[in-house]
């Protein structure tokens, strides 16, 4: 199986900056893409970005020129920076790998959250 832990999340003013980290950790033999998502209260989860073991990104409309994500493959970890935060941005932050194992094949798995809450 694969474990997802985030880390980075927090409290900031509008307009601040935080990065979050994702650590992949298991008996897994590969990890193809890696992202972030998030879920505001009252909305459904939705995709932040994307990176893809090759470095190929794609981010979500709201959140491009001001998020970056990025990948380090050694370690197995994602990250996301996320500058000129908006209070529009706060919801909770789930990490997400699409990996394969041998017990299970090739699947998703989700990290178990990080609040994000950006301040007026």
């Known amino acids: 199986q694969v474990q997802l832990v985030e880390s980075g999340g927090g409290l900031v003013q509008a307009g601040g900056s935080l990065r979050l980290a994702c650590a992949a950790s298991g008996s897994f033999f590969s990890i193809n893409a890696m992202g972030w998502y998030r879920q505001a209260p009252g909305k459904q989860r939705e995709l932040v970005a994307t990176?893809?073991?090759?470095?190929?990104?794609n981010y979500a409309d709201s959140v491009k020129g001001r998020f970056t994500i990025s990948r380090d493959n050694a370690k197995n970890t994602v990250y996301l920076q996320m500058n000129s935060l908006k209070p529009e941005d706060t919801a909770v932050y789930y990490c997400?790998?699409?990996?394969?194992?041998?017990?299970?094949?090739?699947?998703?798995?989700w990290g178990q959250g990080t609040q994000v809450t950006v301040s007026s």
């Open positions: 997400n790998a699409d990996a394969w194992t041998v017990v299970v094949g090739r699947n998703d798995y």
């Open positions: 990176i893809t073991s090759g470095g190929r990104t």
